[in-house]
């Protein structure tokens, strides 16, 4: 079948991102159903040739205005579809959107019509957002973490940086490598302009937020590394509970410890 990606090896690197990314999703048990979405800002790799190609769907409304999107290209998780199908065959379970420059609507360009993400208003705000600051980030993560969602099930876990600092404590590498921390934001309707507002909102302060009693919104560079950093906050969940389960509370490093952390690798917090 006739591909975007055929020849166009940067472009299916990226989508061979996505792809692996959504299979570790699926393995690790946070992608239950269609549940978690991905886009990708693919602009970059836009060519004449796709700048030329048609709309194969109808003109879409977005739900909110984006001046930062006019002309820009997002490769998006379909509605509905699966991480497990998508780590196989990411162009029938995702598509390709043009951005139109009403800034307010898209098209579906290719491989084929599916419909992207119902989370799209929250991750295209996002982008925006991203592109406004002028921030290198490319990619947008949502998946639902077993153990950091359960945690969002406890209102002192929701308290500003709470959660942060205990699973920061519990192994070195999750300040590092999560450097700004877990933001909270309260319950909101999943798919709602509202949650996308709060979302972007939070992503001032953190590249990874806790949607309460659902999962977690991450931005980074591209999808492996905003994979990565929600892998070592819910790494450092499993410690806490390991050690919950061991029938104690556990230690955690020191503020001084951390401090000194943030001090030698030179971190923002
Ligand atoms: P989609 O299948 O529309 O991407 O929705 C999954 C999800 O996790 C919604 O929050
Ligand atoms: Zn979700």
Known sequence: MESILNNRPALAAEVEKVAEVAGYLWQKGWAERNGGNITVNVTEYVDDAIKAMPAISEVKPIGAVLPHLKGCYFYCKGTQKRMRDLARRPMENGSIIRILDDCASYVIIADSPVMPTSELPSHLSVHNYLISKGLPYKASVHTHPIELVAMSHNKKF????????????????????????????????????????????????????????????????????????????????????????????????????????????????
């Open 158 to 269: 929701l308290e500003k940086d709470v959660a942060s600092n205990l699973l920061w404590s519990m192994i070195p590498e999750t300040k590092a490598f999560c450097p700004r921390g877990l933001g909270i934001i309260p319950y909101k309707l999943p798919s709602s302009v509202e949650l996308a507002e709060a979302t972007i909102r939070e992503l001032d302060d953190y590249d990874v937020v806790m949607w309460e009693k659902h999962g977690v919104f991450a931005v980074d560079v591209d999808v492996m590394a905003a994979f990565d950093q929600i892998d070592v906050l819910n790494k450092s969940a499993l410690i806490y509970i390991a050690a919950k389960n061991m029938g104690f509370e556990p230690d955690g490093m020191s503020q001084e410890q951390m401090k000194e952390m943030s001090v030698a690798f030179n971190l923002p917090k």
